[in-house]
């Protein structure tokens, strides 16, 4: 499925294929595979200590690994090549910044790094921070740090973009203007690998999903169409005040069956609903540490 | 933009930190020269007591501009992800750090003239004998303390203990070197010890080439020299970015 691409083709921005990465005796990553295309949204999503920012950190060229081929852009990133690092911008998980500079000086400052950089007021625009260009960064909230990380990830005008856990710790409206930044960066063109333990965030960014448990991906696809193939639909109602759920295929058949018997009986099917798995049950079911991970995607 | 153009920025970038923050600012520029004048107010009818503080005070300053000064940034820096952030940047690894070591550098020169001027012109020491070999001698200091100084960062855990950490080196190692005394009246155990640390060679050195002029003791050079070599074989080989 992830083979290389035809001659011809545009190569994968990335392509990972048997990553493993150990520290000691510990496997955090176990024979990870994936490929993303250019432009496209790619989500990590997973429990936290799945393996998601080891795998990243790998492509970044923080981490070498212990096995497996890995290419970003061309490149072996554990090369550590000037030429890779100019087309990469990376939003650690948490790094920090000079407290004393101001959101400004801190965007030109990291502009020069670059052939063709951005120009740094408009950066610190596309991020929303146009208000605060000239406040030092001790003085912003964590939200708005969080944004100036991703003004300086994107000065450098870069094909590809890493968001390692982009919001984490955001309340919702900060949330909701990171995802905004995150969209403009797909009508950019840019590729971006985002990972993620929240899962409407990953529902919401993602062009396709890679859920991660354990260092290996347990499901892989568009977010709307990753679920278990079998029982498709979910029909459930209330018995006597519990919730009966039962699972099929075939609704149509199964919701007559259930409506001609409650119409026997001269009864209400109360509470009945017709559902779709949605991504959360997915995930609940690959990721949960008391059941067995279902193959899937 | 070149690998010395990014350096130059890293450096400039650097020199506007510096002075944004005003206690490492207070701590390099004036704590040194507010123990230069305390001391040499002490001894100011002694121009042979003067003439011992004012090397003493420069080759401290040396050591708390590059040493110190550096073990606290970069514990700093690597605790707060800065590193790592540049890391993840096309800045070449040497010119970020050629920026921030050129910072250092800058300081201890800036210093070692205030010293050399304030002694001459508040104190009436003579202006000094050697100053090429002065400008060499700082050079020679600046490279021992600086690379044993990012050698020592990596042995620092975290930043709150970086000040105990740089201390327990700094304040002994000024005491035992003949910074604001003769160390020849120290008992002859902490004069061996001295003679194995480097602080009392770059007074020394210091003292022919601001005070009584004449060649250069080669011990003292090869001390300094290969403090220099074992601090940049420490520094560079245990480096961390995060």
């Known amino acids: ?297 | 933009m070149s690998a010395l153009g990014l350096a130059w920025e890293q450096f400039r970038f650097e020199r506007k930190l510096f002075w944004r923050n005003p206690s490492s600012a207070f701590f390099n520029f004036v704590l040194p020269l507010l123990l230069l004048v305390l001391v040499a107010s002490i001894f100011s009818a002694d121009p042979e007591q003067l003439e011992v503080i004012v090397p003493g005070v420069a080759g401290m300053s040396v050591m708390a501009t590059t040493f110190t000064a550096l073990a606290f940034n970069l514990t700093f820096l690597r605790e707060q992800g800065i590193l790592k952030r540049v890391r993840g940047t096309p800045i070449p690894a040497g010119s970020y750090l050629g920026g921030l070591l050129g910072s250092a550098v800058a300081n201890a020169f800036v210093q070692v003239g205030l010293v050399v001027a304030i002694g001459h012109f508040v104190y009436g020491v003579d202006l000094p004998r050697e100053p090429l070999a002065l400008v060499g001698v700082t050079a020679l200091g600046v490279a021992c303390f600086g690379a044993v100084g990012v050698a020592f960062s990596h042995a620092i855990p975290n930043f709150d203990s970086a000040p105990a950490y740089a201390n327990a080196v700094f304040l002994p190692l000024i005491l035992i070197s003949g910074v604001f005394y003769s160390a020849d009246s120290l008992p002859s155990a902490v004069k061996t010890l001295a003679e194995v640390l480097p602080l009392k060679h770059a007074v020394d050195l210091l003292s022919t080439t601001i005070v009584t002029g004449g060649p250069l003791s080669a011990g003292a050079v090869g001390v300094l020299a290969a403090w220099t070599a074992g601090g940049t074989y420490l520094a560079v080989r245990f480096f961390r970015w995060s």
């Open chain 1, 1 to 297: 499925m992830l083979g290389r691409p035809a001659p011809g083709l545009r190569p994968f921005a990335i392509e990972v294929t048997g990553l493993r990465k150990h520290y000691g005796s510990v496997e955090a990553v176990q024979g990870l595979s994936f490929a993303v295309e250019p432009g496209e949204v790619y989500g990590l999503l997973g429990p936290n200590g799945a393996g998601k920012t080891t795998t990243v950190e790998i492509l970044e060229g923080f981490r070498r690994r212990s096995g497996g081929e890995v290419r970003v852009l061309g490149h072996d990133p554990e090369r550590r090549e000037r030429r890779l690092q100019e087309k990469v911008g990376i939003v650690l998980q948490s790094s920090g910044l000079y407290p004393r500079v101001t959101v400004h000086e801190a965007v030109e400052h990291f502009a020069k790094a670059y052939p063709s950089p951005r120009d740094p007021a408009e950066t610190i625009a596309l991020v929303g921070l146009e208000d605060q260009g000239d406040s030092r960064v001790r003085e912003l909230s964590g939200g708005q740090r969080r944004r100036v990380d991703l003004a300086l990830a994107l000065v450098g005008d870069p094909e590809l973009v890493f968001l390692d856990e982009p919001t984490t710790g955001f309340d919702p409206a900060a949330r909701r203007t990171a995802w905004n930044a995150v969209r403009r960066l797909r009508e950019l063109g840019k590729t971006v690998l985002l990972t993620t333990h929240y899962l409407e965030e990953a529902q919401a960014l993602a062009d396709r999903v890679a859920i991660v448990k354990n260092g290996v991906i347990v499901a892989e696809g568009p977010p709307g169409e990753l679920g278990p193939r079998s029982s498709g639909y979910r029909v459930s109602y209330l018995s006597e005040g519990r919730r009966v759920e039962l699972h099929t295929d075939d609704p149509t058949e199964l919701l007559h069956r259930l409506t001609r018997d409650a119409l026997a009986r001269d009864e209400r099917l109360e509470g009945l609903e017709v559902t779709r798995p949605t991504l959360e049950d997915v995930y609940l079911e690959l990721t949960d540490v008391d059941r067995p991970a279902v193959e899937g995607g």
